[in-house]
């Protein structure tokens, strides 16, 4: 069966610190991944999304970057946190674009102070 | 912008009554799925209705869809304490990717 793991699960940083949150995937291959972020009380705002190794699509131009280094690896990185960074990020995955249910990791919480 | 708006925004009702959410949104569709997301954690898939159906039931759980409104309803009818939760509709067009609504809290009150 496929799992989806994501770390750390909370994160507090200072502004202008970096940043990396990791998704991984097990038990399948070729996923669509997904990194979305949800501000409190709202719904989920698509961050990017890879359909490949090495392939990122950026949704909304922000202070954030994402990686696809491997088949089943994304993450998530910023040089230089801001204020409005804080949220719960939420990676995803499925099939394709074809397989429309997406299987979501347990979050990561992140603050920024 | 969102695609898809949830309404009410916060429900509260008393365990064994019928609890609805609606969904409304603004560009045709393919499909349109509803999740739950239990606080702090992330969204689990509840049901999936195709752009040609106009009613399915998983359980619990019956979901209309009526394409002329562009709206769709998630019913959960004899509601538990364990259904408390939040609930989204998200929207899924030719381009694929899937727009998630504001969600609607649900309470449900032993």
């Known amino acids: 069966s496929q799992t989806i793991h994501q770390w750390p699960a909370t994160l507090v940083q200072p502004v202008g610190s970096p940043l990396s949150l990791e998704c991984t995937v097990e038990g399948t291959s070729n996923p669509n991944l997904y990194w979305y972020r949800q501000a409190a009380g709202r719904g989920l705002q698509l961050l990017f999304y890879?359909?490949?190794?090495?392939?990122i699509s950026s949704e909304v131009p922000q202070n954030l970057s994402a990686s696809r280094p491997q088949d089943r690896q994304f993450i998530l990185s910023s040089k230089k946190l801001l204020l409005s960074d804080s949220g719960f990020y939420l990676c995803?995955?499925?099939?394709?674009?074809?397989?429309?249910?997406?299987?979501f990791g347990p979050g990561t919480r992140l603050t920024v102070l | 912008s969102q695609q898809g708006e949830e309404d009410p925004q916060a429900l509260s009702i008393q365990e064994g009554e019928n609890a609805t959410m609606n969904c409304s949104y603004k560009?045709?569709?393919?499909?349109l799925q509803w999740y739950r997301q239990n606080s702090g954690r992330g969204l689990v898939h509840l049901i999936l209705?195709?752009?040609?159906?106009r009613e399915k039931h998983s359980g619990r759980l019956r979901v209309t869809l009526d394409t002329s409104k562009k709206s769709s309803s998630l019913l959960i009818t004899a509601s538990r304490a364990a259904d408390t939760a939040s609930y989204f509709c998200?929207?899924?067009?030719?381009?694929?990717?899937?727009?998630f609504g504001d969600g609607t809290t649900l309470t449900v009150k032993p």
């Open positions: 560009t045709s569709i393919n499909n």
């Open positions: 998200a929207t899924n067009t030719n381009a694929g990717k899937s727009t």
């Open positions: 995803a995955w499925n099939g394709g674009f074809a397989y429309n249910e997406q299987f």
């Open positions: 890879s359909v490949g190794i090495g392939q």
């Open positions: 209705i195709r752009s040609n159906e």
